[in-house]
């Protein structure tokens, strides 16, 4: 499990320290932050996907993702009067970290080296560690990456250095994939892969969500929700099928989940509700219906993930669906590490209801993002 993630440099999180739990609710004012702390956590599992270059191209590079106010932005609000520039004293560094029970990561970036290549949005990755737990010392930690020099720790034990130059832009997570040579490293590229992330599902009538699709058993709903049908027949068929439709009928009381066979091998969403003679296809269920079954989906998973990450779930949810989509995310969290970022105050206080769980509070202090009540002392150690 993560109990510790840390964040510096990227947009409002000038030095963010987070503590996590089993089901940790983030929440505040709409611009506190909440989306750069989900998209900073996402950036983690891009990097050992291989993508991180391309997921911060896409944001604009690395110019347009570092903190924008100055390094000294507290001392200068405390003094009063107009916050200005001052001179860095050394280059910015983006940096993302996290320390699980078992081990610890941190990736630093930075700048590219000036030259005439046209990739100017690539990022560099100036530093690269990962240790057993912290507090961080020689003995516990198996990789240290300083530009292109690199040590590993292999599977004897010993240190080796790579005689390879690693990609300027790729985390080593991408690069290092011999379970045989760095079994520890090799693990923790795939646990960070299965992390799952879900940041809201198309429902016009073109999505995929409402078209019969080729199936085949699949046992986590794509991020997208695309595989929908395939991810709740598996459920029905090798997971808690009962409890899937008991939480149809929670959320939609006198219906039922009905997989259509569309032929072909397409399967297709279907509503049995109380008084209609035939079931509802996905193209006549109402956009939050058919988002409220991907969320079961995602939650209700037959091959839980080590950390699931919900990011504003109840878009287009009619208020009734709050209080039942608490009690899946609270149930949900007893075989996953959840983490629901909302600023649905409904939503927030039906889970603090059902799961004892209070939420963590964000808020934007001179266009930096804080937890709200933390002070210097309070944050969790890192690293």
Not at 58 to 86: F, H, N, Y
Not at 91 to 103: E, H, I, N, S, Y
Not at 139 to 144: F, G, K, Q, V
Not at 271 to 296: F, K
Request: charged share 25%.
């Amino acid at each position: 499990m993560l109990h510790t993630f840390a964040v510096s440099n990227y947009r409002s999180l000038r030095d963010l320290k987070f503590a996590l739990a089993p089901l940790t609710v983030v929440t505040g004012a709409n611009g506190c932050g909440k989306s750069n702390l989900y998209r900073a956590l996402r950036l983690l599992a891009q990097a050992a996907d291989g993508r991180l270059a391309e997921a911060l191209a896409l944001e604009g590079g690395i110019p347009s993702v570092q903190w924008a106010g100055p390094p000294d932005i507290r001392q200068q609000a405390k003094r009063g009067g107009p916050v200005r520039g001052t001179a860095r004293k050394a280059p910015l560094r983006v940096t993302f970290g996290f320390a699980a029970d078992d081990v610890a990561y941190e990736i630093a970036l930075g700048l590219p080296t000036p030259s005439l290549s046209r990739f100017a949005f690539d990022p560099e990755i100036k530093h690269e560690i990962v240790w057993q737990q912290p507090p961080r010392r020689p003995s516990n930690t198996w990789l240290e990456r300083e530009g292109f020099d690199v040590r590993a720790r292999g599977a004897d034990d010993k240190w080796a250095r790579l005689a390879f130059a690693p990609a300027r832009n790729q985390s080593l997570l991408a690069e290092l994939g011999e379970p045989e040579r760095f079994p520890e490293l090799f693990a923790l590229r795939e646990r960070l892969r299965a992390w799952r992330f879900y940041d809201g599902f198309r429902t016009d009538a073109e999505s995929p969500l409402r078209q019969p699709r080729v199936s085949v058993r699949t046992g986590a709903l794509a991020h997208d929700g695309r595989d929908i049908a395939a991810a709740l027949q598996t459920i029905l068929e090798i997971g808690d099928g009962p409890a899937l439709q008991a939480a149809i009928e929670d959320a939609f009381p006198g219906s039922s989940l009905e997989i259509l066979d569309a032929g072909d091998a397409r399967l297709q969403v279907g509503l049995r509700v109380e008084g209609l003679l035939r079931p509802l296809s996905a193209a006549e269920l109402s956009d939050g219906t058919l988002r409220y079954l991907c969320l079961l989906a995602a939650l209700m998973s037959p091959r839980p993930p080590g950390l699931l990450v919900l990011n504003e779930p109840e878009q287009s949810l009619h208020p009734d669906l709050l209080r039942p989509l608490a009690r899946q995310v609270v149930a949900a969290a007893k075989r996953s590490q959840v983490w629901l970022i909302s600023h649905a105050r409904a939503l927030v206080d039906a889970i603090e209801d059902t799961g004892g769980v209070p939420p963590v509070e964000l808020v934007r202090d001179h266009g930096e993002t804080r937890v709200a009540g933390q002070g210097l002392l309070d944050a969790p150690a890192w690293p």
